[in-house]
């Protein structure tokens, strides 16, 4: 082959990496792609060893469960038992969007998604490369940000490949990502709901939704 083709086979080529990564998931692999905050480490959410791939190369505690995202509210019903008035606000307010809710988890769902209160993190992403790797997956997909436990998370397709290159074979460019925090974590839990996290969205916007009686304290 000559040099030229060479280069050429190494050359961005966005259809070509999206494949490849829908052949990584279903294979059970890793890849590292853009979400609407930072880059993520992706894998089948329903395929056990797939998650414990992903824990293996973040270097996360088991027993802190990682964020998953889904299509729709459809697929999101495949993982939830239900869907507390309170979430359902949240939901319409900033879904798809920066806002990771904590529901309780269908029994059927893989442990290591899980908190210690049998909850999941889920939410639906307004990243466009996101949104159609669910669609063509058809299933959930891990999104824990792509950076070793405590390393600053990545913002850049570059900034992935420095902590993955070797270990991930999969790599979709997403552009900068300019989140400064993450998603907003929170958890609903029985009339109010505990900010676990606060991220791209500001706490005082959920008040704004929900009314300050309606936060733990």
Same mark, same amino acid.
């Given at each position: 082959m000559s040099k030229t083709k060479i280069e050429n086979s190494k050359a961005p080529n966005p259809i070509r990496d999206f494949e490849a990564a829908i052949d990584a998931l279903r294979?059970?692999? %890793?890849? &590292?792609?853009?979400? !609407?905050? #930072?880059?993520? =480490?992706?894998?089948?959410?329903?395929?056990?060893?797939?998650?414990?791939?992903?824990?293996?190369?973040?270097?996360?505690?088991?027993?802190?469960?990682?964020? %998953?995202? &889904?299509?729709?509210? !459809?697929? #999101?019903?495949? =993982?939830?038992?239900?869907?507390?008035?309170?979430?359902?606000?949240l939901m319409d307010r900033f879904w798809p969007g920066?806002?990771?809710?904590?529901?309780?988890?269908?029994?059927?769902?893989?442990?290591?998604? #899980?908190?210690?209160?049998?909850?999941?993190?889920?939410?639906?992403s307004s990243q466009p490369i996101a949104t159609q790797l669910l669609k063509t997956l058809g299933r959930p997909l891990t999104a824990t940000s792509a950076n070793p436990s405590g390393k600053e998370p990545a913002r850049t397709l570059q900034e992935g490949k420095n902590y993955f290159s070797g270990k991930v074979n999969v790599f979709l460019d997403g552009g900068r990502l300019t989140s400064k925090s993450g998603s907003t974590v929170v958890e609903v839990v029985e009339a109010a709901i505990e900010i676990i996290r606060e991220g791209d969205i500001a706490a005082f916007e959920l008040r704004r939704v929900l009314g300050e009686g309606k936060f733990c304290q």
């Open positions: 294979r059970g692999d %890793v890849i &590292v792609f853009p979400t !609407e905050t #930072l880059y993520g =480490l992706g894998a089948d959410a329903l395929n056990s060893e797939a998650v414990e791939k992903v824990f293996q190369l973040k270097g996360r505690d088991s027993r802190n469960p990682i964020p %998953v995202l &889904v299509a729709d509210p !459809e697929m #999101l019903r495949s =993982l939830v038992s239900e869907i507390p008035p309170l979430a359902q606000k920066p806002l990771t809710l904590v529901l309780p988890a269908r029994e059927d769902v893989p442990k290591p998604l #899980l908190n210690a209160s049998s909850g999941i993190a889920v939410r639906i």
